[in-house]
């Protein structure tokens, strides 16, 4: 089966697309490339990405999660967030990976045999540091500059990745139409509403809004807008508190009624998956 494929999606920038349905970014400027993210760790990214560029690489991982540090080990240096390198660790296991990995290739590509999903090889879960990538950090490539933007709450560590002179942003998993707001290391719905607040003033750096899952297309500007007002609906008891189950495990809340494509049933384009029991800051 096919484990990667891509897309030119800018002069500058390729959406790489891992078959587990996860969106990594390579940037590449006249001097030196940026690959934003590597996935699961299944099949060989980094020969792939070779295919791609020859100018040198930098890495850097939005989050610690598995379907975006889940490849690191692939490659020398890797940016992370140091808010997110111990749960790099656990939430990166073999383990993890292998089983995410089957469920969400399992549900894209239901054509594929559970033995040949069974049968993909996987990179070894990264053991060796990273190094810090800090929010205002900027990554010159020659003619297109990419800069790290905090927007912790789905992780401590969460980033965006502005890329300044195209005027897009990737936001990752960090805001999108179904934020993740759940897992053990997820900030507060409180928090998270005071982050985004924060990052409005941001918004006059950027046109366009890139994410690491769904379709890839653009998402509009007022989904950050909408978020804070999806976060202020749950913080006052609002919102449709409806029950909401993980494919890999657990019971939650979601904000509002969604379709299966995750989607809002009502049109919106923000929407957040929660623990009741943190929702406001102790």
């Not at 976060?231 to 019971?251: A, L, T």
């Amino acid at each position: 089966m096919e484990i990667f494929s891509s897309e030119k999606i800018s002069p500058h920038v390729t959406r790489i697309t891992e078959c587990t349905g996860t969106h990594m970014y390579l940037a590449e400027g006249d001097d030196k490339a940026l690959l934003i993210d590597t996935g699961c760790g299944v099949g060989n990214l980094k020969e792939y990405v070779e295919q791609l560029t020859k100018k040198p690489l930098t890495v850097v991982c939005t989050h610690g999660h598995m379907d975006h540090a889940g490849g690191a080990d692939q490659f020398h240096e890797v940016y992370l967030n140091s808010s997110d390198w111990e749960l790099s660790l656990t939430h990166c296991s073999l383990e993890n990976r292998k089983a995410y990995t089957q469920i969400t290739v399992g549900m894209l590509h239901p054509e594929i045999d559970e033995k040949e999903i069974c049968s993909l090889e996987f990179q070894r879960t990264r053991g060796g540091s990273y190094k810090e990538l800090q929010s205002g950090m900027k990554f010159n490539l020659g003619g297109i500059t990419v800069q790290a933007l905090s927007m912790k709450g789905h992780t401590p560590g969460s980033m965006c990745m502005l890329f300044c002179e195209e005027r897009s942003i990737l936001f990752g998993d960090a805001c999108n139409p179904s934020v993740f707001l759940f897992d053990t290391e997820a900030e507060s719905v409180e928090t998270y509403r005071n982050v985004l607040i924060e990052f409005q003033k941001n918004e006059e750096l950027y046109d366009s809004i890139w994410l690491s899952h769904g379709p890839g297309q653009d998402i509009p500007k007022e989904i950050l807008e909408q978020m804070i007002e999806v976060c202020n609906e749950v913080i006052n008891g609002m919102d449709d508190k409806e029950d909401f189950h993980f494919f890999m495990g657990g019971d939650y809340k979601v904000a509002h009624k969604m379709l299966e494509n995750q989607m809002r049933e009502d049109g919106g384009i923000a929407n957040i998956i929660y623990n009741p029991q943190k929702i406001v800051n102790a």
